[in-house]
């Protein structure tokens, strides 16, 4: 990371973080409320489970916009958070790609 800014610090830390999260309801959505929605007919989890994955959704790619602009996260590093976020664990080998 070339600027080490407390500012920046801040930022890769609530990146980090809200990655993690953002990976573990995705991972809730996935093997936990889908298989509840289509085998045991409860589509009501896969509305609350989706509605906080897309929150972290939105706040991820947020963080990953001022990675990219504050804390100069270059392009390809960038383009591959966004795709790890939409893989399944993908999110939670964010802290060795920006290190």
Known sequence: ??????????????????????????????????PLKYIFKM??????????????????????ALMFFKVKLDFKKSTIAFLLSLLPFGTFYLKRLIN
Not at 43 to 64: A, D, K, S, T
Request: hydrophobic share 55%; glycine share 8%; aromatic share 18%.
């Open 1 to 34: 990371m070339p600027n080490q800014s407390s500012t920046s610090t801040l930022i890769v830390k609530r990146f980090l973080f809200i990655g993690k999260l953002e990976g573990y309801s995705y991972l809730l959505l996935l093997f936990v409320a889908m």
């Open 43 to 64: 589509p009501e989890y896969v509305f609350l489970v989706g509605y906080l994955h897309g929150i972290l959704f939105i706040g991820f790619m947020i963080l990953l």
